[in-house]
């Protein structure tokens, strides 16, 4: 059965209700941070990825956080930042950035609801499958960067390219 078919929704559902009920659902460990935030970890092929939603009522915003972790060697920070914008040309629905402080690459995203319109869970469960799929998909192409000194180009051939339909 999938989500949407056990899930009820109704008009008045908060955002954060619904990625808690699909966290819960695919048996995802979560953490209600608060009313308006969740924390979650998803596991990937690559590695667990760290998920963070949060709703901004202020700008009627719901906003996407999924990182993991990277400590790439100071010299190859510059080849970091060329791969990453090569990743981000090839996508549409969100964008890496490196916080090199945190030490995480980011993938980032912000669903505007403006005008009080509600998210669908299938919505929500694509804007959190999207996530996992970008961070999966390039990856490897960030960790022969980072640490097998391959070229941004050369890398970039790795990039996983985004699958249609199931095998």
Same mark, same amino acid.
């Given at each position: 059965m999938s989500v949407s078919e056990e899930f009820h929704l109704s008009d008045d559902l908060h955002p954060i209700d619904i !990625?808690? &009920?699909i966290a819960a659902h695919r048996d995802w460990e979560f953490d209600r941070v608060t &009313? &308006?935030? #969740? =924390?979650?970890? @998803?596991?990937?092929? /690559?590695? %667990?990825y760290s998920l963070t939603l949060a709703w901004s009522a202020h700008d009627e915003t719901l906003r996407l956080l999924c990182t993991f972790e990277m400590e790439p060697p100071d010299d190859r920070e510059a080849a970091l930042y060329d791969v990453l914008n090569r990743c981000n040309d090839m996508v549409w629905n969100g964008a890496? %950035? /490196? /916080?090199a402080e945190q030490k995480l690459m980011v993938w980032r995203y912000g669903l505007c609801l403006a005008g009080g319109q509600s998210a669908a869970l299938e919505q929500i469960d694509r804007l959190i499958g999207g996530a996992v799929m970008a961070a999966e998909r390039f990856y490897p192409a960030f960790q022969? @960067?980072? /640490? =097998?000194?391959? %070229?941004? =180009? &050369?890398a970039m051939k !790795? =990039? #996983?390219a985004e699958a249609y339909g199931r095998a």
């Open positions: !990625v808690e &009920d &009313d &308006d935030q #969740i =924390a979650m970890s @998803v596991e990937g092929q /690559w590695r %667990t890496f %950035t /490196w /916080w022969l @960067v980072a /640490w =097998a000194g391959h %070229t941004p =180009a &050369d !790795v =990039a #996983i």
